[in-house]
């Protein structure tokens, strides 16, 4: 098969840049890859420490018309915004309540992987997976 695509950047819609900035690095453990301002806003992604050069997270400002509908609708329904892997469920899982991080969903088997979801503090809904190798 030919490799024709990847995913190089997703994003999630943010109310607050600087706040989404402090919460995926100082608390989820992600680090600010760029950071270029953009007229009142800015050009702000975050990477996987181990994955420097891989997939990054656009903290994009939520200020569209249409965003805080759709948020609020994902939010209202459980939906996550983004989903993110992680090596040990419980560890992190136990480190993020810690930190003061709320969940509206603890960890829970469902079938091969096990899911958790958590308020990113900036209006969406993250969802952390485990899926044994």
Aim: glycine share 6%; net charge negative.
């Amino acid at each position: 098969m030919v490799w024709r695509m990847r995913i190089r950047l997703t994003s999630v819609y943010v109310d607050d840049q600087a706040k989404a900035l402090s919460f995926y690095t100082d608390v989820l453990g992600f680090v600010k890859k760029h950071d270029v301002p953009v007229g009142a806003d800015r050009w702000l992604t975050v990477v996987s420490p181990r994955e420097p050069e891989g997939t990054e997270l656009l903290l994009e400002p939520s200020d569209h018309p249409a965003v805080g509908p759709y948020k609020a609708a994902l939010v209202a329904d459980g939906i996550p915004a983004a989903q993110f892997a992680v090596e040990d469920m419980q560890a992190e899982y136990e480190r993020l309540i810690g930190l003061g991080v709320r969940f509206t969903q603890e960890p829970r088997e469902t079938g091969p992987v096990t899911t958790a979801v958590l308020d990113d503090t900036c209006g969406n809904l993250i969802q952390l997976l485990y899926r044994e190798s």
